[in-house]
């Protein structure tokens, strides 16, 4: 586990390399998935600017929502609101509001302009995740098969035993759907298809994968907050299939 990388006399967080490498590289691929709907650069920016920062704002909230029973009972630990901690469907859920609100202000069209993000938001992610287990974070169940991962001893996961690699086969599963997404969008003619294909797949890809995780999350009955989330995922990108959210927006759109 590296947490930190240590250059000369500077620390810097891994994961916060990651995080910039993910969004340096989803901003240099909507330069080219922009060109699917003829979007201008600039505006394909500026939309992945709006659903950065409300994805940002977003992570951060749910994470306060699903640790506010920990901040309760041990105070202490709330100064891990700025230290970290932040959950991603509260990003996703952020920067599609954000998004929104960016096409609504000028008018434009949100199913095109989602289309050109979601495979810059699978790139993204998947470098996320290379962060997340260099950070330790979203480790994996006790595991001792095939590409097991042991922590150091004082790591933030157990040390000493074998842990399934949750973060990294999430991070393989998003490069390889990247790829497929620019693939869908290519040859898709529907706007809103792409959405709508990577809400409902990642959706199920992490419903799964949420069973093989083990580090403290929030739960509610069977499922963990994530996989209810999920759920609630896939709904939306049935609907981006059945194109709900066009026709609610289609009397704004301008040509």
Known sequence: MYPIIRFFNFSIPTFGIFFLLGVGSAFLLAIFTARKYEIPTMDAMFFGLFGIIGGIVGAKLLYIIVALPTFITHPETIILIFTGGTVFYGGLIGGILSGFLYTAIYRLKPVEYFDMAVPCLALAQGFGRIGCFFNGCCYGAPYEGFCSVTYPVGSYPPSGIGLFPAQLVESLFLFILTVVLLWVLKKSKTPGFTTGFYLIVYGIFRFINEFFRSDPRGSFLFFSTSQWIS????????????????????????K
């Open 231 to 254: 759920l609630f995922v896939i709904t939306l990108g049935i609907l981006f299939l059945l194109k709900i959210p066009q026709k609610l927006y289609e009397k704004n759109w301008k």
